[in-house]
């Protein structure tokens, strides 16, 4: 299945782009999302206790199940004030 994945904040800059397709398998899930995107960018790694994921636009868990089509974007925790 093809999924888009939006990325913002320092993963953006990690990976160079705000938006990435990405193939996975039927049955993938948003942390197989993840784990995908960290193969091709390790930087992304140091993000992985702390990132946060939305699936279609409503925030989600890692183990959301994605379906053909689908948008997934991961947020890094946000700080200042």
């Known amino acids: 299945m093809h999924v888009r994945v939006h990325l913002f904040a320092r993963l953006r800059e990690i990976a160079g782009a705000s938006e990435l397709s ?6 993938a899930t948003a942390q197989d999302a993840w784990n995908a995107l960290a193969a091709d960018y390790p930087g992304l790694m140091a993000y992985a ?4 994921c939305a699936v279609n636009e409503s925030y989600s868990r890692f183990t959301t199940r994605l ?3 689908d948008e997934v974007a991961f ?3 946000v700080s200042g004030g």
């Open 22 to 27: 990405r193939q996975l398998p039927d049955g």
């Open 49 to 52: 206790r702390s990132v946060s």
């Open 67 to 69: 379906q053909d089509g």
């Open 75 to 77: 947020l890094p925790p």
